[in-house]
C-alpha cells in the first residue's frame, strides 16, 4: 500500500518566490494535516482537513500561508511570497478519523524540506 | 505555549538499559496520548498510544504510563537497542477532536 506521498522532496527557492508544496493522502483516508517542524517550535500543527474541509486553521502563520483540499486525494499548502523564516521541513499526514478513535493514527509522509534564501 | 512538553531535549542510555522518555500536557481536555518516532530524514512512525481511561499499555519493549492527575506520561523502552536511537515526539490529542498536538521532541541516543 503506498503511503502519504509528498512533493517536492526537497525545495530551494529565493525570498519572495511562490512555493507549492503537494500531498496524497492515504486512500480512503478522510483526515489531512500539515505539520511543519522546527528546531525551535518542534513539529507545529499548522492545518488540518476533514472531509475535505478546513476544520482548524489556527496554526497558520500569517496570510502569506494558504492550504487547498479540492478533493480527497489532493492537497496543497502554498507560501506566497516565500521568506527565508519559512526554511523547515513540512510534513502532510492522513487518517481515517472514525478509526482513529479507537486506536489507530495519522501517517506521515516523507516531508518536504523547503529552503528559502 | 506549548500544551505538550518535553522537557529533555536529549537523552543517552546504556544499550540493554531501560530508557525513559517523559512528557507533560497542559490542556484538560485531552484524551488520547501517543508516542511516534522519527529517524532522519523520514517522516515520524506511529509507536504506542493511551487512552485516557487507562494508566498503562504495554507493547513488547515499550510501555506508555499515564498520570492524569499530573498530567504526565513517560514511555519506558527496554531493554534499549541501537535501533531506538531517534527522536521521539509525545502527541495528545483532544476530545472529539481530531488535531494531534505535539511536543518538540526528545533525541534519545543509544551508547554501546
Known amino acids: ?117 | 505555549d506549548q500544551q505538550v512538553k518535553q522537557n529533555s531535549p536529549s537523552l543517552s542510555v546504556q544499550e540493554g538499559r531501560i530508557s525513559i522518555l517523559n512528557c507533560d500536557y497542559t490542556n484538560s481536555m485531552f484524551d488520547y496520548f501517543l508516542w511516534y518516532k522519527k529517524y532522519p530524514a523520514e517522516g515520524p512512525t506511529f509507536l504506542i498510544s493511551i487512552s485516557s481511561i487507562k494508566d498503562k499499555n504495554e507493547d513488547g519493549r515499550f510501555t506508555v504510563f499515564l498520570n492524569k492527575s499530573a498530567k504526565h506520561l513517560s514511555l519506558h523502552i527496554v531493554p534499549s537497542q541501537p535501533g531506538d536511537s531517534a527522536v521521539y515526539f509525545c502527541a495528545a490529542s483532544p476530545n472529539r477532536d481530531d488535531k494531534i498536538i505535539f511536543g518538540k521532541g526528545t533525541r534519545l541516543h543509544i551508547l554501546p
Open chain 1, 1 to 117: 500500500d503506498a503511503g502519504v506521498i509528498q512533493s517536492p522532496r526537497h525545495e530551494v527557492t529565493e525570498m519572495g518566490q511562490e512555493v507549492t508544496l503537494r500531498c496524497k493522502p492515504i486512500s480512503g483516508h478522510n483526515s489531512l494535516f500539515w505539520y511543519r517542524q522546527t528546531m525551535m517550535r518542534g513539529l507545529e500543527l499548522l492545518i488540518y482537513f476533514n472531509n475535505n474541509v478546513p476544520i482548524d486553521d489556527s496554526g497558520m502563520p500569517e496570510d502569506r500561508f494558504s492550504a487547498k483540499m479540492p478533493n480527497a486525494s489532493f492537497s496543497t499548502l502554498k507560501i506566497q511570497p516565500s521568506e527565508p523564516r519559512d526554511s523547515a521541513v513540512y510534513f502532510c499526514a492522513s487518517s481515517l478519523a472514525l478509526q482513529r478513535r479507537h486506536g489507530n493514527t495519522i501517517y506521515f509522509g516523507e516531508g518536504s524540506w523547503l529552503t528559502v534564501v
